[in-house]
């Protein structure tokens, strides 16, 4: 459902170390109203996962995403980039239809 590249995976285990956090953490993806396209991606750690939570394994990351984020995210992929162009994660969502400048909001 969410493919999880490997820069990504080593940014996040990198962080995970930073923040005194074991790789049996969880990332909880999501996606909120906002941004100027209309939908917004939401990237933090978490170490509760809910019931109604979707549990996804990629590339030895755990992902949590709540069952209203679901549909919006089937596809994506999970990218990390620290180039001259811009340093982030960065999400790729072949069901965006459109997408603002930035990359951090999306429409369906």
Do not use: H, W
Request: hydrophobic letters at 30%; glycine letters at 12%.
């Amino acid at each position: 459902m969410i493919k999880v590249r490997d820069s990504a995976r080593d940014k996040i285990f990198s962080l995970l170390e930073a923040e005194g956090k074991d790789q049996t953490s969880f990332v909880r993806v999501g996606v909120k109203g906002g941004g100027c396209s209309g939908l917004m991606y939401e990237l933090e750690f978490d170490s509760d996962q809910e019931e109604e939570d979707k549990l996804i394994e990629d590339n030895n990351i755990k992902i949590l995403v709540d069952k209203k984020s679901v549909l919006y995210l089937v596809g994506t992929e999970l990218d990390f980039s620290d180039g001259l162009n811009g340093k982030g994660f960065s999400f790729t969502n072949p069901n965006a239809s459109r997408t603002c400048g930035c990359g951090e909001s999306f429409s369906i």
